[in-house]
């Protein structure tokens, strides 16, 4: 069955029926069970590929050795076993993959993400003016308080190029840490990897479960898909479906809301057809494989690009004048007033994702467009299948595998070991041949060849009847295999060839000879990652897809907003506070910075942390570096350091302009009263240049000050005798006015008594 089996999707919902749906449903199964990509041989593939990584013998891949002649040889002194050389190879590539650091960046792609960074740049710009005028204020000393910091306009924009980041992208940013947190998104990738390095394919499955964004990682060998050669990812494709085995009892819990009551009874009743669709598994314990307890039920799971009527109706908005456009379901009538206002309805065909379920080959349920509808903001056509996944090699041949490249040298690899032991086996060294008759009597032969790997020493009986001494009777023959110096030399070479295919040297693993110089490794080292840089960067690009779908599934998930507390990797919490339309209406994109280059990045710069401490950088700032698996994070933390470290000089620099400012003052200072003493000095010596000059008149000086003494005695005794004169006059004016206040005041008591009426 082919593709031309396929009911046709365009139709309205309303000619989607039952049977239509159904029909749907088993087509794309058939088609996977006939396709090229399908069946027990790929399921088989792959199995083996699990079952070498895992050290698994399948003895008939070694049939040519072990049964060259078409029968098998017992009693052999050698038995074939494995000896692993894949296992290594990829755990490596597992523990590399784990210490890479999974640095993502949110960005906003609206249409008006471009004009709200310009409108944020103007804002900042005019609040540093309102600063700047401020400052000039205080100079001129009409406002109090203190100069704060202005950034030129340049320096602005310069920090918005590189530092900006849209308030819508930090919410994104802080939902999809939120989603990896509560989904082990980690531990899943991980998971993941290891399918992609084992069986070259890895798939996953992203959805809505319970109002929350949902992920799991799917085993390869339950996924079938389109087969497009020119597909990249299987969420771009146009069908997958993903096939289990499990017991009734999980069927009823995960489906009850769908199935009834006979069906669940038919789920539980045992069928014995040969021809039915399920599979009968036995557990070790239970050999019979008609036992109903031990029956697993196929449920696959169908995902499918149907088509669906939509208008595109555009329309005048009636407050704001603007042309809008919106897309109306299938069946939708325009009202007789849009018509009237000039609105116009063009319909066209788009893209809708469908899913459907078939239970035990019979029950079909959840036939219906998915409710996580992924499209584009730009294209409603474009949808995403929920199911997503990528191959390892898909360049017009089939796919393989690190593990697949590596089973012929495993083969090799057992078959030189196995060749190697049957060699040590019959290695026998120098052995010396006797005469059976030369062994003693009633000796048996245990007896004599105790002595002779026990001592060394071979007794011989010459008394023996029939004994005679004979050179001949003795020879010596070498029974060592030169060959076992060369199946090790062949192992080595087969190591040497499946490290250099895989790229994964010895040196990559440790292995470091002590005559290989550190730059000769570091180089084979740097060579060996070109070869396995591609596998991460494959599985980089299917992680970013995984990401931005989870980030898409959550705005369906969280439709009235979430607001809830998680744990950072770093064991910081954080806040996730979501409004429910503004996260509805962001378009958010989701860029992965290259694994590779991030890791190099942050060794180099971890082996800078000595000359950063030297360097003034704090100790806090080197532990957070430490701790962190970002560049952009740590480069942004040193920026910080940075940026402290210049206003810490800054300041240092203005104290110790200060001091020496303060320094050239007090010199100053010192320097002018060194000045005013030699002026007093030479004052003095004026002085005493005056008091020697008039020495040599001593006579007259002292005539003079005696008539100058005699002159201000006098002057002071009239003085003193006017000043007498003066303070009596004083004395007899304050005496009259008293007597004259005495004799006022005793008129006043007379005029008083005169005046009193008398009693009658």
Same mark, same amino acid.
């Given at each position: 069955?082919?593709?031309?089996?396929?009911?046709?999707?365009?139709?309205?919902?309303?000619?989607?029926?039952?049977?239509?749906?159904?029909?749907?449903?088993?087509?794309?199964?058939?088609?996977?069970?006939?396709?090229?990509?399908?069946?027990?041989?790929?399921?088989?593939?792959?199995?083996?590929?699990?079952?070498?990584?895992?050290?698994?013998?399948?003895?008939?891949?070694?049939?040519?050795?072990?049964?060259?002649?078409?029968?098998?040889?017992?009693?052999?002194?050698?038995?074939?076993?494995?000896?692993?050389?894949?296992?290594?190879?990829?755990?490596?590539?597992?523990?590399?993959?784990?210490?890479?650091?999974?640095?993502?960046?949110?960005?906003?792609?609206?249409?008006?993400?471009?004009?709200?960074?310009?409108?944020?740049?103007?804002?900042?710009?005019?609040?540093?003016?309102?600063?700047?005028?401020?400052?000039?204020?205080?100079?001129?000393?009409?406002?109090?308080?203190?100069?704060?910091?202005?950034?030129?306009?340049?320096?602005?924009?310069?920090?918005?190029?590189?530092?900006?980041?849209?308030?819508?992208?930090?919410?994104?940013?802080?939902?999809?840490?939120?989603?990896?947190?509560?989904?082990?998104?980690?531990?899943?990738?991980?998971?993941?990897?290891?399918?992609?390095?084992?069986?070259?394919?890895?798939?996953?499955?992203?959805?809505?479960?319970?109002?929350?964004?949902?992920?799991?990682?799917?085993?390869?060998?339950?996924?079938?898909?389109?087969?497009?050669?020119?597909?990249?990812?299987?969420?771009?494709?146009?069908?997958?479906?993903?096939?289990?085995?499990?017991?009734?009892?999980?069927?009823?819990?995960?489906?009850?809301?769908?199935?009834?009551?006979?069906?669940?009874?038919?789920?539980?009743?045992?069928?014995?057809?040969?021809?039915?669709?399920?599979?009968?598994?036995?557990?070790?314990?239970?050999?019979?494989?008609?036992?109903?307890?031990?029956?697993?039920?196929?449920?696959?799971?169908?995902?499918?690009?149907?088509?669906?009527?939509?208008?595109?109706?555009?329309?005048?908005?009636?407050?704001?004048?603007?042309?809008?456009?919106?897309?109306?379901?299938?069946?939708?009538?325009?009202?007789?007033?849009?018509?009237?206002?000039?609105?116009?309805?063009?319909?066209?065909?788009?893209?809708?994702?469908?899913?459907?379920?078939?239970?035990?080959?019979?029950?079909?349920?959840?036939?219906?467009?998915?409710?996580?509808?992924?499209?584009?903001?730009?294209?409603?056509?474009?949808?995403?299948?929920?199911?997503?996944?990528?191959?390892?090699?898909?360049?017009?041949?089939?796919?393989?595998?690190?593990?697949?490249?590596?089973?012929?040298?495993?083969?090799?690899?057992?078959?030189?070991?196995?060749?190697?032991?049957?060699?040590?086996?019959?290695?026998?060294?120098?052995?010396?041949?006797?005469?059976?008759?030369?062994?003693?009597?009633?000796?048996?032969?245990?007896?004599?060849?105790?002595?002779?790997?026990?001592?060394?020493?071979?007794?011989?009986?010459?008394?023996?009847?029939?004994?005679?001494?004979?050179?001949?009777?003795?020879?010596?023959?070498?029974?060592?295999?030169?060959?076992?110096?060369?199946?090790?030399?062949?192992?080595?070479?087969?190591?040497?060839?499946?490290?250099?295919?895989?790229?994964?040297?010895?040196?990559?693993?440790?292995?470091?000879?002590?005559?290989?110089?550190?730059?000769?490794?570091?180089?084979?080292?740097?060579?060996?990652?070109?070869?396995?840089?591609?596998?991460?960067?494959?599985?980089?690009?299917?992680?970013?897809?995984?990401?931005?779908?989870?980030?898409?599934?959550?705005?369906?998930?969280?439709?009235?907003?979430?607001?809830?507390?998680?744990?950072?990797?770093?064991?910081?919490?954080?806040?996730?506070?979501?409004?429910?339309?503004?996260?509805?209406?962001?378009?958010?994109?989701?860029?992965?910075?290259?694994?590779?280059?991030?890791?190099?990045?942050?060794?180099?710069?971890?082996?800078?942390?000595?000359?950063?401490?030297?360097?003034?950088?704090?100790?806090?700032?080197?532990?957070?570096?430490?701790?962190?698996?970002?560049?952009?994070?740590?480069?942004?933390?040193?920026?910080?350091?940075?940026?402290?470290?210049?206003?810490? =000089?800054?300041?240092? +620099?203005? %104290?110790?302009?200060?001091? #020496? !400012?303060? $320094?050239?003052? @007090?010199?100053?200072? *010192?320097?002018?009263?060194?000045?005013?003493?030699?002026?007093?000095?030479?004052?003095?010596?004026?002085?005493?240049?005056?008091?020697?000059?008039?020495?040599?008149?001593?006579?007259?000086?002292?005539?003079?000050?005696?008539?100058?003494?005699?002159?201000?005695?006098?002057?002071?005794?009239?003085?003193?005798?006017?000043?007498?004169?003066?303070?009596?006059? =004083?004395?007899?004016? +304050?005496? %009259?006015?008293?007597?004259? #206040? !005495?004799? $006022?005041?005793? @008129?006043?008591?007379? *005029?008083?008594?005169?005046?009193?009426?008398?009693?009658?």
């Amino acid at each position: 069955m082919g593709y031309d089996k396929i009911p046709r999707q365009k139709l309205p919902l309303s000619k989607k029926t039952k049977q239509w749906r159904e029909d749907c449903v088993e087509a794309y199964i058939d088609l996977s069970n006939s396709g090229r990509s399908s069946g027990n041989s790929r399921k088989d593939d792959l199995q083996a590929l699990y079952e070498y990584y895992n050290g698994v013998i399948d003895e008939t891949d070694y049939n040519y050795v072990l049964k060259p002649y078409g029968k098998s040889r017992s009693n052999f002194p050698s038995q074939l076993r494995n000896y692993p050389i894949i296992k290594p190879i990829v755990d490596l590539l597992l523990g590399e993959k784990s210490k890479r650091p999974l640095n993502f960046t949110v960005t906003v792609q609206n249409a008006d993400a471009v004009s709200m960074k310009e409108q944020a740049k103007i804002d900042v710009i005019y609040q540093n003016f309102q600063k700047q005028f401020s400052n000039e204020l205080i100079k001129n000393g009409n406002f109090k308080g203190d100069e704060q910091e202005v950034e030129l306009p340049q320096q602005i924009s310069d920090q918005f190029e590189s530092s900006y980041v849209d308030n819508r992208a930090i919410k994104g940013q802080q939902a999809i840490n939120y989603i990896m947190h509560s989904q082990e998104i980690h531990d899943k990738f991980q998971k993941a990897w290891s399918h992609f390095l084992i069986a070259g394919e890895v798939y996953t499955h992203r959805g809505v479960v319970n109002n929350e964004p949902f992920y799991d990682v799917l085993n390869p060998i339950d996924v079938d898909f389109d087969l497009d050669p020119d597909l990249d990812f299987v969420e771009d494709g146009d069908w997958a479906l993903v096939r289990k085995y499990v017991h009734a009892s999980s069927v009823i819990d995960t489906y009850y809301d769908y199935l009834s009551e006979q069906q669940v009874l038919e789920l539980e009743e045992p069928r014995h057809s040969e021809s039915d669709s399920y599979f009968l598994y036995t557990n070790s314990m239970n050999k019979d494989a008609n036992s109903y307890r031990n029956r697993l039920i196929e449920v696959t799971q169908v995902y499918w690009k149907s088509r669906k009527r939509v208008g595109f109706l555009t329309y005048v908005d009636q407050e704001s004048g603007a042309m809008e456009e919106q897309i109306v379901e299938d069946g939708f009538k325009m009202p007789l007033q849009m018509k009237e206002s000039g609105a116009n309805l063009e319909w066209k065909w788009v893209n809708e994702v469908w899913e459907g379920t078939r239970i035990d080959g019979r029950v079909y349920i959840k036939i219906h467009p998915i409710v996580n509808q992924r499209n584009s903001i730009d294209n409603p056509s474009v949808c995403k299948l929920p199911v997503n996944g990528i191959r390892y090699s898909n360049l017009n041949s089939k796919n393989i595998s690190l593990v697949k490249l590596g089973i012929p040298y495993q083969l090799n690899y057992n078959i030189y070991k196995y060749r190697l032991e049957l060699a040590i086996a019959k290695s026998k060294d120098i052995v010396a041949s006797f005469d059976i008759n030369m062994i003693p009597k009633k000796w048996d032969m245990d007896k004599f060849m105790y002595y002779v790997e026990g001592s060394g020493i071979a007794w011989v009986d010459y008394n023996k009847e029939g004994m005679q001494l004979n050179p001949q009777h003795q020879s010596v023959m070498d029974m060592s295999i030169k060959t076992i110096e060369q199946y090790i030399t062949l192992l080595e070479s087969i190591m040497q060839e499946w490290e250099k295919l895989s790229g994964v040297n010895r040196q990559r693993q440790g292995q470091v000879g002590s005559y290989e110089g550190k730059a000769t490794s570091q180089q084979a080292i740097v060579q060996s990652s070109h070869i396995t840089e591609d596998l991460f960067r494959k599985f980089n690009r299917m992680e970013q897809r995984d990401l931005q779908a989870l980030l898409d599934y959550s705005k369906e998930a969280w439709l009235t907003g979430k607001k809830t507390m998680y744990v950072m990797p770093d064991g910081t919490t954080d806040f996730l506070d979501l409004e429910s339309m503004s996260h509805m209406e962001s378009n958010y994109g989701i860029f992965l910075s290259d694994s590779g280059k991030e890791q190099d990045k942050l060794e180099a710069i971890k082996q800078l942390s000595q000359s950063m401490v030297q360097n003034g950088v704090p100790a806090s700032t080197i532990t957070e570096m430490f701790d962190s698996d970002s560049f952009t994070q740590i480069k942004h933390k040193i920026k910080l350091a940075e940026r402290a470290q210049k206003e810490l =000089e800054a300041q240092q +620099q203005q %104290a110790q302009q200060q001091l #020496e !400012e303060a $320094k050239i003052a @007090e010199e100053s200072k *010192k320097r002018e009263d060194e000045n005013m003493n030699k002026e007093k000095d030479r004052e003095t010596q004026i002085k005493v240049a005056m008091i020697h000059a008039r020495d040599n008149d001593t006579n007259a000086q002292l005539n003079l000050a005696k008539g100058m003494r005699e002159l201000d005695i006098k002057e002071r005794e009239v003085a003193i005798k006017a000043q007498d004169s003066i303070d009596k006059a =004083e004395t007899n004016r +304050q005496t %009259a006015t008293i007597k004259r #206040e !005495e004799t $006022k005041s005793k @008129e006043r008591i007379a *005029k008083s008594k005169n005046n009193k009426p008398s009693a009658k």
